[in-house]
Nanobody, 126 residues
Framework: QVQLVESGGGVVQAGESLRLSCAAS????????MGWFRQGPGKEREFVAA????????YYADSVKGRFTMSRDNPQNTVYLQMTSLKPEDTAVYYC???????????????????WGQGTQVTVSS
């Protein structure tokens, strides 16, 4: 069983940047696909980004494409989400998770992920 711990959230102003981290323990995640989801106030959890285990395929929600970049450091068992040009609508709790899929648009489906972290709050003020 893998444990995931997200960090790096905070309060920023619109246009600023943040980098979220997701550290895994309990088992290596270097050979699995990882993803980020978020849940805004009063909203359902939604897909943000995913990266395959070797990092050469990444998937992004249209709402963050061009602003967010997901990366991974397999020796450190950590994935990152670099967020730039943040908007108030990016305000949410951000979660990382593990998927058993190796790639494809099915990664945008929450049900294809497991081993969720507790989340980290990102608040963007206007």
């Amino acid at each position: 069983q893998v444990q995931l711990v997200e960090s790096g959230g905070g309060v920023v102003q619109a246009g600023e940047s943040l980098r979220l981290s997701c550290a895994a323990s309990g088992r290596t995640v270097s050979s699995v696909t990882m993803g980020w989801f978020r849940q805004g106030p009063g909203k359902e959890r939604e897909f943000v980004a995913a990266i395959t285990w070797y990092g050469n395929r990444q998937y992004y929600a249209d709402s963050v494409k061009g602003r967010f970049t997901m990366s991974r450091d397999n020796p450190q068992n950590t994935v990152y989400l670099q967020m730039t040009s943040l908007k108030p609508e990016d305000t949410a709790v951000y979660y990382c998770a593990v998927s058993g899929l190796s790639g494809g648009i099915s990664l945008m489906v929450e049900g294809n992920f497991n081993s969720w972290g507790q989340g980290t709050q990102v608040t963007v003020s206007s």
